[in-house]
Nanobody, 122 residues
């Protein structure tokens, strides 16, 4: 089982990036998905989550209205569209799969990707 996160990079404040999480070795449509991030010296934190069907989503207050999580089960892929990026969004971003749904607690997730770095310059 592998979750491959990609799409990170360096962007100016106000810019946009789309992160992609591609799964292999599991059927992503059977899992809720989450995106988390970890800035240097800080704990990993929940960013966004989506149910297996895409019918339910949730966001951290810090990204609500700027980030959008989505999924394409036919492509075994989940996305995180990030708009109006701020320097405080700088972090390594991780995707995770949860067989029971989605939530903001890290321990509920069964599989994790390796992370993709997002750096937002001011």
């Amino acid at each position: 089982v592998q979750l491959q996160a990609s799409g990170g990079g360096l962007v100016q404040a106000g810019g946009s990036l789309r992160l992609t999480c591609a799964a292999s070795g599991l059927t992503l449509g059977n899992y809720g998905m989450g995106w988390f991030r970890q800035a240097p010296g800080k704990e990993r934190e929940f960013v966004a989550g989506i149910s297996w069907s895409g019918g339910s989503t949730g966001y951290a207050d810090s990204v609500k209205g700027r980030f959008t999580i989505s999924r394409d089960n036919a492509k075994n892929t989940t996305y995180l569209q990030m708009n109006s990026l701020k320097p405080e969004d700088t972090a390594a971003y991780y995707c995770a799969a949860d067989k029971t749904g989605w939530g903001s607690t890290m321990s509920r997730y069964d599989y994790w990707g390796q992370g993709t770095q997002v750096t937002v310059s001011s």
